[in-house]
């Protein structure tokens, strides 16, 4: 199935949640936290503005991000788990 967001949003798809600690403490599914972490597979064409033109997106698809913990919609998609974000949502992007 494809998606393809609408103006400003992006789609991420999460991260695996850590399953130990730094300690190497084995963490059970109720114990993990949900990543705030993830990688955009996909992005809208930009936010309207009044002149009737499209802004720029600055996120591109591939770009890994960080973004708010109670931010965005989740949704499942062919059994993979996503986010539905808009783009002042994210927090930062991680450079390589």
């Known amino acids: 199935m494809a998606v393809k967001p609408l103006d400003d949003r992006i789609l991420v798809k999460q991260s695996e949640a850590e399953e130990k600690t730094a300690g190497g403490i084995v963490l059970p599914d109720a114990a993990r936290e949900k990543p705030q972490r993830g990688k955009v597979v996909a992005t809208g064409p930009g936010t309207m ?19 708010g913990k109670y931010t965005g919609t989740e949704v499942k998609i062919d059994g993979t788990e996503y986010v539905i974000l808009k783009e002042s949502d994210v927090l930062a992007v991680i450079e390589k």
């Open 49 to 67: 503005l009044d002149s009737g033109k499209r802004g720029k997106m600055g996120l591109k698809k591939g770009d890994e991000v960080y973004y």
